[in-house]
């Protein structure tokens, strides 16, 4: 399957702990990438691999996975990280990649 | 610093085509694949395909195949995305990313600013 699966949105309580879930079957082969987007601006990346933030980052944001579901979890949701996220992965062929659907994240 | 220029918003009409550019700077442009991302208007990302700058080898998502081509200048460091035969479902922002990869991971870790299309007529 080339298919990723997000939750189309979510809400959580100013302070308190999120967690966005990507489910594929090619997350059994490669690790996810998650990606931050605001409304008007480029995508940013916010954690690879198996768990790890680029420079500027804040940590807490971080990474998991398990079977054919990968995880991005924010631990102390500020208002600043109402955004649009999206997981990616490379397809089970590894030579094509793959968006999921978005999940929209409103902070109360 | 690494940073991705892309070209100016587009005005079309349909059947007419269009060139995107994505201009690469603080890094050897040969060294990293650039992806190309369609976000249709209030829609998700939508990978169209990758190109090796080092020897111009592309790959394209199947729905991506035959309108849209990718290509690069090494002498400028910048990649194009052309589309063809534009329709007006191709309206979108169009960004490039450029790639980090291992065995079993990736990262979309830089972007362009996103490059607008209108088709209109």
């Known amino acids: 399957s080339s298919e990723l699966t997000q939750d189309p949105a979510v809400s959580v309580a100013l302070g308190q702990t999120v967690r966005f879930t990507c489910q594929g079957d090619?997350?059994?082969?490669?690790?996810a990438s998650w990606y931050q987007q605001k409304p008007g601006q480029a995508p940013v990346l916010v954690i690879y691999?198996?768990?790890n933030r680029p420079s500027g980052i804040p940590d807490r944001f971080s990474g998991s996975s398990s079977g054919n579901t990968a995880s991005l979890t924010i631990i102390g949701a500020q208002a600043e990280d109402e955004a649009d996220y999206y997981c990616?992965?490379?397809?089970?062929?590894?030579?094509?990649?793959?968006f999921g659907g978005g999940t929209k994240l409103t902070v109360l | 610093q690494v940073q991705l220029v892309q070209s100016g918003a587009e005005v079309k009409k349909p059947g007419a085509s269009v060139k995107v550019s994505c201009k690469a700077s603080?890094?050897?442009?040969?060294?990293?694949?650039i992806h190309w991302v369609r976000q249709a208007p209030g829609q998700g990302l939508e990978w169209m395909g990758i190109?090796?700058?080092?020897?111009?080898?592309?790959s394209y998502a199947q729905k991506f195949q035959g309108r849209f081509t990718m290509t690069r200048d090494t002498s400028t460091s910048t990649v194009y995305m052309e589309v063809s035969s534009l329709r007006s479902e191709d309206t979108a922002l169009y960004y490039c990313?450029?790639?980090?990869?291992?065995?079993?991971?990736?990262?979309?870790?830089?972007w362009g600013q996103g490059t607008m299309v209108t088709v209109s007529s």
């Open positions: 603080g890094y050897t442009f040969t060294s990293y694949s």
């Open positions: 190109i090796n700058p080092s020897g111009g080898s592309t």
């Open positions: 990616n992965s490379r397809d089970s062929s590894g030579d094509h990649w793959v």
């Open positions: 990313a450029r790639d980090s990869s291992g065995s079993s991971w990736s990262a979309f870790e830089i």
């Open positions: 691999g198996e768990n």
């Open positions: 090619s997350l059994r082969s490669y690790y």
